[in-house]
């Protein structure tokens, strides 16, 4: 009989449950992963989408970068019978643009899921740059933003916009917190925070990307006790990047920028399981980021 309760007890453990003497309590894990897809019509017909579902299952998918309208993409991208789907698409054709996947079976039947797609006050609001789920569960709240920021290369205007857009942003993370709600933050940042984070630092300093107005507002990120969730867990790592320029075949060379990040609550880093960059996965110049955490 013991034999069998341990069985039972190590069953219970594997499947994400802690069992003790008086009480059996159910953990969560939610597998979040970020990509700049870079198109996401075109990585669905490569089948690299599909892949990257198919291999890793995730339970919520932020992407940047769709370059397109819902009217314009398949039943794949709009009806799939795994998941709900949320995007955020550009007024201007084949531009910019968010999207949230939520996988029907992570959710239970008492949550909510409410979409998003605007950080106060910011600018460039007809380019679908951000997507945004609250979803609450059991009274927490937790909200799950997929964000393409600016390159800010166009012109002065541009460049100003990409500051004032990452100061509200900023903002916004630190309003939500404020309210108690748990709030995670993936996407292109579009900027290497320091020189171990792109593959030639010395070439591109004072650069858009390297730029120390950037690279401060970074500072800024951390100094209100956010979290680079990657960084964190890899402190002294180089040679990881997440975008390399596919002109020069920079990737084949691993000269790369890292510029796709989770950003967390220093709090929450105790709940975060794993956090890698898939940089196997291939149908764009960004690759993934995947993050494992406790909810």
């Given at each position: 009989?013991?034999?069998?309760?341990?069985?039972?007890?190590?069953?219970?453990?594997?499947?994400?449950?802690?069992?003790?003497?008086?009480?059996?309590?159910?953990?969560?894990?939610?597998?979040?992963?970020?990509?700049?897809?870079?198109?996401?019509?075109?990585?669905?017909?490569?089948?690299?989408?599909?892949?990257?579902?198919?291999?890793?299952?995730?339970?919520?998918?932020?992407?940047?970068?769709?370059?397109?309208?819902?009217?314009?993409?398949?039943?794949?991208?709009?009806?799939?019978?795994?998941?709900?789907?949320?995007?955020?698409?550009?007024?201007?054709?084949?531009?910019?643009?968010?999207?949230?996947?939520?996988?029907?079976?992570?959710?239970?039947?008492?949550?909510?899921?409410?979409?998003?797609?605007?950080?106060?006050?910011?600018?460039?609001?007809?380019?679908?740059?951000?997507?945004?789920?609250?979803?609450?569960?059991?009274?927490?709240?937790?909200?799950?933003?997929?964000?393409?920021?600016?390159?800010?290369?166009?012109?002065?205007?541009?460049?100003?916009?990409?500051?004032?857009?990452?100061?509200?942003?900023?903002?916004?993370?630190?309003?939500?917190?404020?309210?108690?709600?748990?709030?995670?933050?993936?996407?292109?940042?579009?900027?290497?925070?320091?020189?171990s984070d792109l593959a030639r630092p010395k070439e591109n300093d004072g650069k858009i990307g390297f730029h120390p107005r950037e690279r401060a507002w970074m500072d800024r990120v951390l100094e209100n006790d956010w979290v680079d969730v990657w960084r964190h867990n890899n402190p002294h790592v180089t040679d990881v990047y997440s975008w390399w320029d596919m002109i020069t075949r920079a990737r084949e060379r691993n000269v790369g920028w890292r510029i796709d990040y989770f950003?967390?609550?220093?709090?929450?880093?105790?709940?975060?399981?794993?956090?890698?960059?898939?940089?196997?996965?291939?149908?764009?110049?960004?690759?993934?980021?995947?993050?494992?955490?406790?909810?």
């Amino acid at each position: 009989m013991e034999c069998l309760y341990s069985v039972h007890a190590l069953l219970l453990y594997l499947r994400g449950v802690y069992y003790n003497q008086y009480t059996i309590f159910y953990k969560t894990m939610m597998k979040i992963i970020t990509w700049n897809v870079n198109g996401i019509r075109a990585v669905e017909r490569k089948k690299e989408l599909q892949k990257l579902i198919d291999v890793y299952a995730p339970d919520v998918l932020c992407v940047q970068e769709i370059k397109g309208k819902v009217e314009q993409f398949s039943t794949y991208l709009t009806e799939n019978d795994a998941y709900e789907q949320h995007y955020h698409s550009a007024e201007k054709p084949g531009y910019a643009g968010t999207g949230m996947w939520i996988r029907r079976d992570f959710l239970h039947d008492d949550d909510t899921v409410v979409f998003h797609t605007h950080v106060p006050h910011a600018p460039n609001a007809d380019e679908g740059r951000v997507s945004h789920i609250t979803l609450t569960r059991d009274g927490a709240v937790y909200d799950i933003l997929s964000i393409y920021f600016p390159n800010g290369g166009k012109s002065e205007k541009a460049w100003d916009e990409k500051l004032e857009f990452f100061d509200c942003v900023l903002a916004y993370m630190n309003d939500l917190r404020a309210k108690g709600h748990t709030v995670i933050v993936g996407g292109d940042m579009n900027v290497a925070h320091t020189e171990s984070d792109l593959a030639r630092p010395k070439e591109n300093d004072g650069k858009i990307g390297f730029h120390p107005r950037e690279r401060a507002w970074m500072d800024r990120v951390l100094e209100n006790d956010w979290v680079d969730v990657w960084r964190h867990n890899n402190p002294h790592v180089t040679d990881v990047y997440s975008w390399w320029d596919m002109i020069t075949r920079a990737r084949e060379r691993n000269v790369g920028w890292r510029i796709d990040y989770f950003f967390a609550d220093t709090a929450f880093v105790t709940q975060i399981d794993e956090v890698r960059y898939l940089d196997e996965q291939m149908g764009s110049d960004h690759c993934p980021l995947l993050m494992c955490c406790d909810v």
